[in-house]
């Protein structure tokens, strides 16, 4: 399902923003844009997410700006000395000292490293993060609640309408064998009057027996019938009702594709299609239903 939260946190020293947007995918995945140091993250965030969130392509913007103080500024005297110590002997080969290159020095990565660039800054931010992102996660949610009980009375619309279609199905399935019968000994009978012959009517009791078990429907009636009042009740289960009702509207696909090969009637068959049109309906959104 679709979705969108954001949620701010303002202090003198630090102005953050997370915002959440969600479109449909039948499985989950979760993605960070967040600047340098901060998509390091990412693991973190899909943790929290992934919680609430089973289904869906997540992307999660994040902005963060800072106002450090100078003691904020260190240089690593570890990476500077160490650099120093090889730059020096470089220098003494080259004939001049290595203060002349102390600027240079000074640049090399990891002697004066960005405020907050670190893993453990990281680590100490990461509570305000996740306050922030919980924040967001629950106004998320609740857009996506919104639209999943509209997306719910959509279902039980088709869901009638399947209902619907499959018990004028019933309806009309026990006239399938008098129809064919009647057609069958209409037949019968104009190749007696212009032939001259005879045939035995057990042959004929026992050619209308075949169609009528061959043809026989009342199976995969009673199991869609069946089918189609789970769905229901699934629909008002509160905890993850979507791979459920994926997998069950596969299985009403079956029934009534048996129902339509089986019947060889013509209105039943324009019945069938009315269904599987409604469950390809279905089978779209509930591949989004969590």
Known sequence: MTGFGEARFQSDAVSLAIELRAVNNRYLKVSLRAPEPYHLLEPEFEKVIRQQVRRGTVQVHLRCERQYAPQDFRINTLALRSYLSQVRGVCQEAGFTAEAVLGQVLALPGVVPEPGNTPQALEEEWPLFQRVLEEALAKFQGMRREEGRAMADE????RSFLAE??????QRAPGIVETYRDRLHERVR?????????????????????????????????????HLDQFQDILKEAESPGRKLEFLTQEMFRE???????????????????????????????????
């Open 155 to 158: 279902l039980l619309q088709h």
């Open 165 to 170: 279609h499959l018990d004028r199905i019933r």
């Open 190 to 226: 104009k190749l007696l009057s212009e032939f001259d012959v005879e045939i035995d009517r057990s042959e004929l009791i026992k050619e209308v027996s075949v169609f009528a078990e061959r043809s026989d429907i009342a199976e995969e009636v009673v199991r869609l019938a069946s």
């Open 256 to 290: 009534a594709n048996t129902i339509g090969s089986k019947a060889s009637d013509v209105e039943i068959s324009r019945h069938v299609v009315e269904i599987k049109g409604t469950l390809e309906k279905i089978r779209e959104l509930v591949q989004n239903v969590e």
